[in-house]
């Protein structure tokens, strides 16, 4: 017996994060079905933010304001969410200094964010 595939859940990622001000920082979103398995066929998602600004494609750009924001996928009635924290970037003497250290990833390698 064949049961479809019914969306129960969405995972944002980063779940927690932290960005320098005025930085861009990429969510994605990967919906699960009922069985908490990823959907074959993922769902187009609603990007929206309660501070700062994000785009159609999860690209959240931080405010110039220190503060913790939530960050939301959202397609149908389903939801998940992130948190974010938007950091002082007055300790680095060049901000595209602290764009490139954030960018950084675990294994010390720098990609490109787009």
Do not use: C, E, H
């Not at 920082?25 to 069985?35: E, I, P, R, S, V």
């Not at 074959?40 to 600004?53: M, S």
């Not at 901000?95 to 294994?107: F, I, N, P, R, W």
């Amino acid at each position: 017996m064949v049961v479809n595939q019914t969306l129960t859940g969405i995972a944002v990622t980063p779940n927690v994060a932290s960005v320098y001000q005025g930085s861009d920082l990429k969510f994605t979103a990967q919906a699960f079905d009922q069985f908490r398995k990823a959907m074959t066929t993922q769902p187009p998602f609603a990007w929206t933010a309660n501070g700062g600004k994000i785009s159609a494609t999860g690209v959240f750009t931080a405010p110039s304001n220190v503060a913790g924001f939530t960050v939301t996928a959202k397609s149908g009635s389903v939801a998940g969410t992130a948190t974010v924290s938007v950091v002082a970037a007055s300790g680095w003497k060049n901000a595209a200094l602290g764009k490139l250290v954030q960018s950084l990833d675990a294994d010390g390698s720098i990609s490109r964010q787009t």
